[in-house]
């Protein structure tokens, strides 16, 4: 499983998870950062949820975001 973060040109701005996990309910907070963890300006951004379980197809979960500065 992978969470990222895109801003609306489609550009990856920053992985916030990569693993496996239990099944269950899980939150993940992004903090308004990029993978150097320099701060980005407010905007619209997309979030990115890969899931390739191992007996199934992948599936791709994707939301809007807006980062209020």
Do not use: R
Not at 19 to 41: F, M, P, Q, R
Not at 57 to 65: A, F, G, N
């Amino acid at each position: 499983m992978t969470l990222t973060v895109y801003n609306i040109s489609g550009q990856k701005i920053k992985e916030l998870f990569t693993g496996h996990l239990k099944a269950g309910v899980y939150k993940s907070l992004w903090d308004g950062t990029n993978a150097k963890g320099e701060s980005i300006a407010g905007g619209i951004y997309i979030s990115k949820l890969t899931i390739k379980p191992e007996y199934e197809d992948m599936q791709v979960l994707t939301q809007k975001m807006l980062l209020a500065k």
